[in-house]
Every structure is written in structure tokens, then in C-alpha cells.
């Protein structure tokens, strides 16, 4: 009975323990997203996003992505989305590799030959990411859910989480499917229900701390998906 009641309080102040862990967490992501070298990486994009490049010599100021042709304002926020041109739902990069090789007129290779960045200096989508998202603070976060391809690809993006894939049979739920799960102390949110998924996807592109590094959504995926075992992995 003693030994009971010892592990109940042990468990009970292990809990306790990880509890203030993560509201310490918490309180430093604050600091950090009050005054963080994210800023400097949003002007380097703006400077990118107005830079004429590739072989047509123009800059991506009449990208239009989904609120009208060089329409930053609350664009991110609404993405995911349906776009007629394409005929395709497309996130946030597709979008941008779409209007780097319509309009300035880049091959695929050229503009993807480096997605991901490292902590001193951060790839052209990294910091593009940045700069269009920081124009949608303060936008409710609604990604396109009325056009046919829209609701399928949320179905696909659904059954996908919860298949079960690579060599380890990992899913996206196995590791975010249950309350408390963590992974050396970090918290994984149950990204399939509204209330866990919606303050962690607004704060995401990120600048991460413990690396110094500039990080996308585009990167995390790919980072968990590496975790999963499935292919090749970070493309660096
Ligand atoms: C093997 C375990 C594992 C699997 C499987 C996994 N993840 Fe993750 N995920 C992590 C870890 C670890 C983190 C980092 C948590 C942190 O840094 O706070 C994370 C973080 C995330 C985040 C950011 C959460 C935040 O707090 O900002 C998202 C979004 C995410 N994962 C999505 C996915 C998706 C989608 C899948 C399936 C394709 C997936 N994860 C599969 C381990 C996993």
C-alpha cells in the first residue's frame, strides 16, 4: 500500500515537474517571438521577393497567390488552396516554384536545387516563407475548403495522417496521436484535433532557438517524415 501511495506521488510529481518544463517552454518561446532575428529574415525577403531573377529578369511582385496578383496581405493565411491556373491545390512553396518558373521563367532544378538552409544562411523559399507570412499577423488561418479539389485534398491529407508507413510502420498519429506524448521534452501536439492544431500551425514559418535556424512547415513535415524512415530524407 505504501509503495502505492510512493509511486502515485512520484508520478504524480513527475507531472507536476513536466508541466513547468513546459510552461517554461512556453514563456521563452514568447521572449523569443517578441524580439527574434526572425525580423532581419523577413527584410532579406522582401529583398528576394522584389529581386528580378532567372532568365525572364523580373521579380515575383505579381505572384498571385490566391488574393490577386502581388497581393500579399492575409495570402498565407488562406493557404492550402485551389488555384484555376493550375488546376491544382497548391501550399504556400508550390505556389511560389509555380510563379518562379511562369513568371521568371526559372527551371524546376535551378529553383529547388536548395529548399532547405542552413543556421547562417537560410534558402530563398525559407526566407520568402517568412516575409509573405509575417504579412498575414493577425489573420485567422483559413485554408480553402470550398472547391472539390480543395475538400479532397483535406480528405487525402486526413487518411494520410493516419496511414501507416516505411519500414517501422509509422503513421503521423503514432507519434501525434496521443495527449502528453513528448520526445525529449518536447510536447507532440495531437495535430488532428482543432483545439491542438491551431496555436501550433500559426507559428509556423519558426525560428528555432536551439539551432539558430530558420524553419518552414515544409521543413518540419520533412523532418518528421524522416523520423517515419520513409526515403531519402532532408534534401540539403
Ligand atoms: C517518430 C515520431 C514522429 C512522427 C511519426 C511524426 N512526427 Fe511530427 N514531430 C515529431 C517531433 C519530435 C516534433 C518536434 C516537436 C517540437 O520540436 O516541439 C514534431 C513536430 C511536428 C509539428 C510541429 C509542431 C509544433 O509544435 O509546432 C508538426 C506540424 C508535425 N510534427 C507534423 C507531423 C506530420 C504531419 C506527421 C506525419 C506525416 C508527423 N508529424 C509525424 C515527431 C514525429
Same mark, same amino acid.
Not at 510563379?99 to 538552409?117: D, H, I, N, P, Y
Given at each position: 500500500?505504501?509503495?502505492?501511495?510512493?509511486?502515485?506521488?512520484?508520478?504524480?510529481?513527475?507531472?507536476?515537474?513536466?508541466?513547468?518544463?513546459?510552461?517554461?517552454?512556453?514563456?521563452?518561446?514568447?521572449?523569443?517571438?517578441?524580439?527574434?532575428?526572425?525580423?532581419?529574415?523577413?527584410?532579406?525577403?522582401?529583398?528576394?521577393?522584389?529581386?528580378?531573377?532567372?532568365?525572364?529578369?523580373?521579380?515575383?511582385?505579381?505572384?498571385?497567390?490566391?488574393?490577386?496578383?502581388?497581393?500579399?496581405?492575409?495570402?498565407?493565411?488562406?493557404?492550402?488552396?485551389?488555384?484555376?491556373?493550375?488546376?491544382?491545390?497548391?501550399?504556400?512553396?508550390?505556389?511560389?516554384?509555380?510563379?518562379?518558373?511562369?513568371?521568371?521563367?526559372?527551371?524546376?532544378?535551378?529553383?529547388?536545387?536548395?529548399?532547405?538552409?542552413?543556421?547562417? !544562411?537560410?534558402?530563398?523559399? =525559407? $526566407?520568402?516563407?517568412? +516575409?509573405?507570412?509575417?504579412?498575414? @499577423?493577425? *489573420?485567422?488561418?483559413?485554408?480553402?475548403?470550398?472547391?472539390?479539389?480543395?475538400?479532397?485534398?483535406?480528405?487525402?491529407?486526413?487518411?494520410?495522417?493516419?496511414?501507416?508507413?516505411?519500414?517501422?510502420?509509422?503513421?503521423?498519429?503514432?507519434?501525434?496521436?496521443?495527449?502528453?506524448? !513528448?520526445?525529449?521534452?518536447? =510536447? $507532440?501536439?495531437?495535430? +488532428?484535433?482543432?483545439?491542438?492544431? @491551431?496555436? *501550433?500551425?500559426?507559428?509556423?514559418?519558426?525560428?528555432?532557438?536551439?539551432?539558430?535556424?530558420?524553419?518552414?512547415?515544409?521543413?518540419?513535415?520533412?523532418?518528421?517524415?524522416?523520423?517515419?524512415?520513409?526515403?531519402?530524407?532532408?534534401?540539403?
Amino acid at each position: 500500500m505504501k509503495a502505492l501511495a510512493f509511486g502515485a506521488a512520484l508520478a504524480l510529481s513527475c507531472a507536476a515537474y513536466g508541466q513547468d518544463v513546459a510552461k517554461e517552454i512556453q514563456r521563452y518561446r514568447q521572449m523569443v517571438a517578441e524580439g527574434s532575428p526572425a525580423e532581419l529574415f523577413e527584410l532579406e525577403g522582401e529583398e528576394l521577393w522584389k529581386k528580378p531573377q532567372g532568365p525572364k529578369n523580373v521579380s515575383l511582385q505579381r505572384c498571385d497567390l490566391g488574393e490577386g496578383p502581388g497581393v500579399l496581405k492575409a495570402a498565407y493565411a488562406h493557404l492550402p488552396r485551389y488555384f484555376k491556373d493550375a488546376d491544382r491545390v497548391m501550399d504556400l512553396e508550390s505556389r511560389l516554384l509555380h510563379c518562379m518558373s511562369t513568371l521568371q521563367g526559372r527551371s524546376r532544378e535551378e529553383a529547388t536545387a536548395r529548399v532547405f538552409g542552413s543556421a547562417d !544562411r537560410p534558402s530563398e523559399f =525559407e $526566407l520568402l516563407s517568412i +516575409y509573405i507570412a509575417g504579412q498575414s @499577423r493577425g *489573420v485567422k488561418i483559413e485554408p480553402g475548403l470550398s472547391q472539390p479539389k480543395e475538400k479532397a485534398s483535406y480528405e487525402l491529407g486526413r487518411a494520410l495522417y493516419f496511414h501507416r508507413v516505411g519500414a517501422w510502420d509509422f503513421s503521423c498519429a503514432s507519434c501525434h496521436g496521443d495527449e502528453g506524448k !513528448r520526445i525529449r521534452m518536447q =510536447e $507532440l501536439p495531437v495535430l +488532428y484535433k482543432p483545439e491542438a492544431a @491551431r496555436p *501550433v500551425i500559426a507559428t509556423w514559418p519558426a525560428y528555432r532557438v536551439s539551432t539558430s535556424q530558420l524553419v518552414t512547415l515544409q521543413w518540419r513535415m520533412n523532418d518528421c517524415y524522416r523520423q517515419m524512415r520513409t526515403g531519402p530524407g532532408n534534401k540539403r
